[in-house]
């Protein structure tokens, strides 16, 4: 009694209905003024029987065995009748039911009771009382119900949901509550799945949810929507977690998917178009090792930058699982709550994702309402990735044979497909590049198999053959273990195989020149020239068939880019042609095809020149004071490039060069030194053809006095001695130092020099015979024509 008088306070008391019904065997109570919410459903009226053995407390009407009723059923014991009413009183969380479900939420304004009587005694008192969506009943029985514990037992339905002990004396709180869908219970914390995507759940506070899982997502267990979907990016199209469209506009690489520290980027690329995109690789970055995966063309797989060898067996590195098989390569890995696997065939990366439902992921493949700029990956993005090229339309193509084939997703057996996995962002994705792209390299299929993928990985039906009816091979990487360079893609090539092609933007600039390469490099006597591997490949080229005029020098390929050099020097001249002429002196070579033998070729003729040359020196004088010690003339204007010097000395051996200070006297005899730098010795020869001095900067000065004249002494001058000329690239001679008679100024000193080709059977070397030239044993070829001029100077 203490008990009661205890719960009777804590509630507020605000009005005692005087609607009670009495009852001796059955009552029917009308209760509208506070309705009892029992496990989902909501009573305005409680039947209440008082059979030979039970007490039954019912709702959908008086109780009788075996029917479909709601009912709280006790052991009779020794009541022998009762009444029932309402009463309004409020219950806030703190409340004595609270602290007995402390699962009870909101608050409650009323309850319906009932008070058994053994005679005049109290047998047992139930109160029920409803708290928003849940239901509670507070019930206590006392020793004139029976001695002994008693069982309630709760049905719905007929079907017994719960049972309780009640040990008279003692208050039981017992939670009521629970949820109805289409008839059926669900209680408290419970649900299930109706479809794979229907969830029906009722939560701890009886609120029935049924809303359906969100895109990509599927119901499961006990009615829980997780994320199960994948993403597909095929050409340039990127098909979301929640199966919307993206299309990727330039060549840049993108985020598909970032969660936890683990990044997946996609970096696109050109193939046989300018003006279409293909998924090139994708990338795997772990933050937590810093690692990199890159899933390359050709099932390549590289961590970090060491090349993986993969089989059908999974390998794990840094909790990556990684494996491949003849359709591709599957990255597999656990983060955070997700589990990721990534598959990729060299067109399409399949991304297959599973874990908690509502949480939206960064990247193309999961919010797709941020804008693409800010998916960009600029480490991996090229400079110029975001160019525009445009290019004329493939007049060959037939869009509307083209959308037949991608429509044919939306057939039979696709169709068994169609409820998880619509078929319309493949359509869009097949049509946007085939209407525009040649339907080679196996495209013609890529996109009905991306779908057939993305159908099996997400939903459990089996997809009929559908190959046969598509005329599509069985499943197969494109150009598995065929490497390309960067700057190339693998394609079918016309004998059927598989070759390296130059991208379309990369081969254009070559194309539109005409030219299988990059211009000839002279550099320091040795040229070179570079051919494009890709672009010798698209015209059936072999480049070990390819040679210089010397069939032994054959181009050298590079194994990384397949660039394609070839190049001659001094040492290993490979036929070059060498011809001079009064500007220039040309090397030139060429590169060829083997000669054929037989009457026919199949291949294009290759005949591709290449030269390098030496300009002659220029003519141009300057006047330098002997104080500058010695003129340095640069000549840049040829491809190979070569200075030529003109120094004073006092010594035989020219150490003591003249400089500013030096005092020269006259009789004194001076050493010249002509100096080339930068001519190849084995090639050319640099011969002194004159040289003669001045009062004036002008080398055509008329007051003249002739020092060399064609490449010998002058033999009016016996101090005159020239050395080493035409011999290698650097030659001198002596004088004794004089003045022009009754002048007092500057003497300039001009040498004409040329450049003399080397050639078997002749010399460079001026034929001077002890003062009578003329007769000549050998025939002498340095040219006497566009001589370079240099001019030294000096005060007196
Ligand atoms: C319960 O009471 C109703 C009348 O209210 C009666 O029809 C029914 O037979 C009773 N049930 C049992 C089991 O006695
Ligand atoms: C009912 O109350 C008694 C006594 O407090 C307790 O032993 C029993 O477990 C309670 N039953 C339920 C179902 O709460
Ligand atoms: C049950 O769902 C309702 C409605 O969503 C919510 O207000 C309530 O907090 C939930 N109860 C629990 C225990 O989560
Ligand atoms: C991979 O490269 C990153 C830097 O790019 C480096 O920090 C990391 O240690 C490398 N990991 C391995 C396994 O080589
Ligand atoms: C992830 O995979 C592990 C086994 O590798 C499995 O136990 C776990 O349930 C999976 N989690 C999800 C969210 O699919
Ligand atoms: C994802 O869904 C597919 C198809 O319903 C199912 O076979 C697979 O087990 C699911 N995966 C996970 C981890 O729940
Ligand atoms: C020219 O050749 C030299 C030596 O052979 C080399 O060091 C230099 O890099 C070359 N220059 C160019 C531009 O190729
Ligand atoms: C000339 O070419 C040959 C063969 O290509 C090479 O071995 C040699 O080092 C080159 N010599 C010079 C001086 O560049
Ligand atoms: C060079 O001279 C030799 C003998 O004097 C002669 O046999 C050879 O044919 C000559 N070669 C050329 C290219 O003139
Ligand atoms: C079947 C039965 O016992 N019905 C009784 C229900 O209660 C009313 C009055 O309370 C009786 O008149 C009925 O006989």
Redesign the pocket.
């Known amino acids: 009694m203490l008990l009661l008088l205890l719960l009777l306070s804590l509630a507020t008391v605000s009005h005692v209905s005087a609607a009670r019904v009495t009852f001796t065997t059955n009552a029917t109570a009308n209760i509208n003024a506070c309705p009892v919410a029992f496990y989902g459903q909501v009573y305005k009226t409680l039947y209440v029987n008082l059979t030979d053995s039970n007490v039954a407390f019912c709702f959908k009407g008086p109780y009788r065995p075996g029917s479909k009723n709601d009912c709280i059923l006790l052991p009779k014991g020794a009541v022998t009748r009762g009444y029932l009413d309402t009463a309004q009183r409020t219950y806030r969380p703190g409340s004595h039911y609270h602290r007995g479900l402390p699962?009870l939420?909101g608050s409650s304004t009323c309850e319906a009771y009932v008070v058994t009587l053994n005679g005049n005694s109290r047998a047992g008192v139930f109160y029920f009382a409803q708290f928003g969506e849940q239901g509670a009943l507070s019930a206590r029985l006392y020793s004139a119900w029976s001695s002994s514990p008693v069982e309630a037992i709760v049905q719905v339905d007929d079907v017994k949901v719960d049972d309780w002990k009640m040990i008279p004396g003692h208050t039981n709180y017992t939670d009521i509550s629970g949820c109805r869908h289409s008839g059926a219970l669900f209680l408290p914390k419970t649900g299930k799945c109706e479809s794979e995507d229907s969830p029906v759940t009722c939560?701890?506070?009886a609120?029935l949810?049924t809303t359906p899982c969100g895109s990509g997502e599927i119901c499961q267990g006990d009615g829980q929507c997780v994320l199960n979907a994948t993403c597909t990016v095929t050409g340039s199209t990127v098909i979301d977690l929640g199966g919307k469209v993206v299309s990727v506009p330039d060549r840049c690489a993108y985020t598909l998917m970032s969660e936890s520290g683990v990044h997946l980027q996609a970096v696109f690329q050109d193939r046989r178009r300018k003006d279409v995109r293909f998924l090139d690789h994708v990338i795997l970055h772990l933050n937590n090792p810093g690692v990199n995966f890159h899933l390359g063309q050709g099932g390549r797989v590289q961590l970090n930058d060491t090349k993986l060898s993969l089989s059908s067996t999974p390998v794990e590195h840094h909790g990556v699982q990684l494996s491949k098989d003849q359709t591709g390569v599957t990255a597999k890995l656990v983060h955070s709550n997700y589990n990721t696997s990534i598959f990729f065939d060299g067109y399409t990366a399949q991304i297959h994702m599973t874990g908690p439902s509502g949480k939206t992921l960064w990247g193309l493949c999961g919010d797709s309402s941020r804008s693409l700029g800010d998916m960009k990956v600029s480490a991996y993005s090229s400079d110029d990735c975001e160019d525009e090229h445009e290019e004329a339309a493939d007049s060959q193509i037939n869009c509307k044979t083209v959308t037949e084939r991608c429509n044919l997703l939306k057939e039979d057996p696709f169709t068994s497909c169609h409820k998880r996995t619509n078929p319309e962002p493949f359509i869009t994705a097949c049509t946007n590049t085939l209407c525009k792209y040649p339907a080679v390299d196996g495209l013609n299929c890529q996109f009905l198999e991306a779908y057939a993928r993305a159908c099996s990985l997400q939903s459990k039906v089996t997809l009929e053959d559908w190959r046969s009816k598509a005329s599509c091979p069985s499943p197969r990487a494109f150009c598995q273990d065929k490497f390309c360079s960067a700057h190339e893609f693998c394609a079918e090539d016309i004998s059927g195989g598989t070759s390296c092609y130059c991208r379309a933007i990369f081969g254009s600039k070559y194309r539109s020149t005409n030219t299988f390469g990059e211009p000839t490099v002279c550099n320091q006597s040795s040229a070179s020239l570079t051919l494009v591997g890709c672009l010798l490949e698209e015209k059936s080229i072999d480049y070990s068939a390819l040679h210089l005029n010397d069939p032994n020098c054959r181009g050298q390929q590079d194994s990384k880019t397949h660039m394609v050099t070839f190049s001659f020097n001094s040492s290993n001249v490979c036929g070059t042609v060498v011809k001079a002429d009064s500007k220039q002196v040309v090397y030139k070579n060429a590169i060829m095809n083997r000669d054929s033998s037989g009457p026919i070729t199949r291949h294009d003729q290759v005949n591709i020149d290449f030269s390098c040359f030496y300009n002659q020196p220029d003519i141009e004088t300057v006047a330098f004071k002997i104080k500058d010690s010695s003129v340095v003339e640069e000549i840049v204007s040829g491809a190979w490039k070569y200075t030529l010097t003109m120094k004073a000395y006092t010594d035989a051996g020219r150490t003591q060069a003249v400089e500013s200070s030096t005092e020269i006297q006259l009789e004194e005899t001076i050493w010249v030194e002509l100096k080339t730098d930068g001519l190849d010795d084995k090639l050319v020869a640099v011969v002194t053809d004159s040289c003669w001095a001045t009062n004036e900067a002008s080398s055509s000065g008329s007051l003249r006095y002739d020092l060399i004249i064609k490449g010998c002494s002058n033999p009016a001058d016996q101090t005159v001695k020239v050395q080493a000329n035409g011999l290698g690239t650097s030659n001198y001679f002596s004088f004794n130092m004089f003045q022009f008679s009754g002048k007092s100024g500057d003497v300039y000193l001009h040498c004409k020099l040329n450049l003399c080709v080397k050639k078997k059977n002749s010399t460079c070397a001026p034929s001077c015979s002890g003062g009578k030239r003329g007769r000549r044993s050998v025939r002498t070829t340095y040219e006497d024509v566009n001589p370079a001029f240099i001019t030294m100077a000096w005060t007196n």
Do not use: G
Request: charged share 0%; aromatic share 0%; proline share 0%.
């Open positions: 699962q939420t939560n701890a506070s609120v949810n």
